[in-house]
């Protein structure tokens, strides 16, 4: 006689198969970053090289993806996410919204000159989605700064794409080279706040003051910190 099958065991087997399919997913996610790594400059792998890396067939990588171009953007996601949490950890102490919108994109910033294939894939991410965490951070920090009369413009959507879309760009441009200068990290920075109605002393003021924060707070907070400019100039 078949046993009977108990809610207790159907329970079971729905969670061994949940494992297994996290497990191929990150092993899938792990495999595209791994490949990418490889070839930044030339953009994505093909799927091919995907499926050999992480010894699968291709039947399971399409199981789990369209195309590899939605893996890219899978894991740009959680690694976005990834940042968001790393934010909250550096910046408890900081209550200045100007300050706080200067220090998220600026480490944003920093990091893709630290971690090229973090970048290529930060690229894809799709920042400006409304149910995103930066979204959703950046809009208040730019509310609030815009209350206390810190920035200046006349469109918070326009603002808000402006500052996000530099952002992504920059970190799009540092993904591909090799030899991205400090000044040019900062001058990005620095642009984005005067176009928001920081006058031009000032916006030098606030990237000075946010980068100085970050490299003096992330080495106790950040488990993945390392110094961009320091690293920079050890392999310059």
Not at 37 to 57: F, K, M, N, Q, W
Not at 104 to 119: G, K, P
Not at 129 to 139: E, K, Q, S
Request: charged share 30%; with cysteine; aromatic share 8%.
């Amino acid at each position: 006689m078949k046993p009977i099958e108990t809610l207790d065991n159907q329970d079971h087997r729905v969670r061994v198969a949940k494992i297994r399919r996290e497990r191929m997913t990150e092993r899938l996610l792990r495999a595209t970053m791994e490949c990418y790594a490889e070839h930044i400059l030339t953009g994505p792998p093909s799927v091919d090289e995907v499926i050999a890396r992480a010894d699968v067939s291709r039947a399971t990588f399409y199981k789990y993806f369209v195309s590899v171009d939605e893996a890219i953007e899978r894991r740009a996601g959680d690694l976005v996410d990834e940042m968001i949490e790393s934010l909250k950890h550096l910046v408890v102490d900081q209550k200045r919204p100007i300050m706080l919108f200067t220090i998220s994109l600026q480490l944003f910033l920093m990091r893709s000159v630290l971690d090229r294939t973090w970048a290529a894939f930060v690229a894809h991410s799709d920042m400006l989605r409304t149910d995103g965490a930066l979204f959703d951070g950046i809009t208040q920090h730019l509310a609030e700064a815009s209350a206390q009369g810190e920035v200046h413009f006349m469109d918070a959507v326009a603002a808000r794409t402006l500052a996000i879309g530099a952002m992504r760009e920059t970190i799009r441009s540092n993904a591909r080279s090799t030899e991205v200068r400090r000044e040019f990290v900062d001058n990005i920075m620095s642009i984005i706040l005067i176009s928001l109605g920081v006058q031009r002393e000032e916006a030098r003021a606030l990237v000075g003051e946010a980068t100085i924060f970050i490299r003096g707070a992330a080495p106790d907070r950040l488990s993945w910190w390392r110094d961009p400019w320091l690293q920079w100039r050890e392999h310059a």
